[in-house]
C-alpha cells in the first residue's frame, strides 16, 4: 500500500492534509507510483493514517487541482504529471529558458544535422527554389530528462551554414542566428493543429500510437520579412498546453 512506513504527526501545528499530500506527492515524484496507476482508496488511507475521509478528501483534491492525480467515476483516483505550460504562442523564448523558468532541467538531443536539398513545401516557406541546399537540424528536447518535443528545422545553407560548427545541444539555435548579422530572428509566425502519435513519436517521445500531438508548424524572419528558418515541431500533447493572452481594445 501507499507510503506503508510513513506516518502523519499530529503533534505538529502542520495540518495533516497537507502532511499527506506531501506524503503522496513524493510517492508520486519517486516513481513508486507511475502514470497512471491507482493510488489507495479514500477509505483505505482514512484507514491506513486514522483521519477523516474529509482530510483524506482535501489532499487529493488539491493534488488533482494541481495535475498530479486524476479521478474515473466509478474507477479510482490515478497519478500522473502536470502538463507544462508552453507560451512560446505569445513571445519568442528559447525552450532552455522557458524550461529554467519552470523549474525544470531543459536538455537537449541532437539526432540529425546535415545538408539536403529543399523539397517544394520547405522551398514555399523559405522563398527559395525547390531543390536549392538547405541545412535540415532534427532535435529532441527534454524537460528533466523527460522527452517533450522533437523540431526538424530547414535553414537555407548559403546564409545559415556557420550554425554547422556549432554545439546544438549546448547552444540555442535562435542565440547562434543572433551571432550575425542578418541572420537575428525578429518575428515568427506559427500553425498549431492536433495529430495522432506516429511511429517516431512513439520512439522519440515516449508516447501510445494514436495519442494527441500538437502540431506545430513555424516560419522565422528577420528584419525585412525575409523567411529563414522553418520548423516542424511536434509536442507530447499528454505533457504540455499551450497559453494565449488576449487583449481587449
Not at 512506513?5 to 506524503?23: A, G, H, M, R, T
Not at 498530479?68 to 508552453?86: D, M
Not at 523558468?101 to 513545401?121: H, V, Y
Request: hydrophobic share 35%; aromatic share 10%; charged share 35%.
Amino acid at each position: 500500500m501507499l507510503f506503508d512506513n510513513e506516518k502523519l504527526d499530529k503533534s505538529v501545528p502542520i495540518p495533516l492534509y497537507f502532511q499527506l499530500k506531501e506524503l503522496i506527492l513524493n510517492e508520486i515524484k519517486q516513481e513508486n507510483y507511475k502514470d497512471g496507476d491507482m493510488i489507495p482508496t479514500e477509505n483505505e488511507i482514512s484507514e491506513k493514517f486514522q483521519i477523516s475521509r474529509t482530510t483524506v478528501r482535501q489532499a487529493i483534491t488539491e493534488l488533482v487541482q494541481e495535475g498530479w492525480l486524476y479521478r474515473v467515476k466509478s474507477k479510482g483516483t490515478f497519478t500522473t504529471h502536470p502538463k507544462i505550460p508552453q507560451d512560446f504562442l505569445k513571445k519568442l523564448e528559447s525552450f532552455r529558458d522557458q524550461i529554467e523558468r519552470l523549474g525544470m532541467k531543459p536538455s537537449t538531443q541532437l539526432i540529425e544535422l546535415r545538408r539536403e536539398k529543399a523539397d517544394k513545401e520547405t522551398a514555399n516557406a523559405l522563398d527559395i527554389a525547390e531543390g536549392e541546399e538547405v541545412i535540415y537540424l532534427f532535435r529532441k528536447r527534454l524537460a528533466n530528462e523527460e522527452p517533450i518535443v522533437t523540431i526538424q528545422t530547414y535553414l537555407p545553407l548559403d546564409k545559415c551554414s556557420f550554425i554547422m560548427e556549432h554545439d546544438l545541444e549546448k547552444e540555442a539555435l535562435y542565440e547562434v542566428l543572433a551571432q550575425r548579422e542578418g541572420t537575428k530572428i525578429h518575428k515568427v509566425k506559427r500553425k498549431i493543429e492536433a495529430v495522432e502519435a506516429e511511429e517516431g513519436d512513439v520512439r522519440l517521445l515516449g508516447m501510445e500510437q494514436g495519442k494527441p500531438v500538437q502540431y506545430f508548424t513555424s516560419i522565422g524572419y528577420t528584419y525585412g520579412d525575409v523567411p529563414l528558418e522553418y520548423s516542424k515541431a511536434r509536442y507530447r500533447g499528454d505533457r504540455s498546453f499551450f497559453e494565449i493572452t488576449i487583449l481587449t481594445e
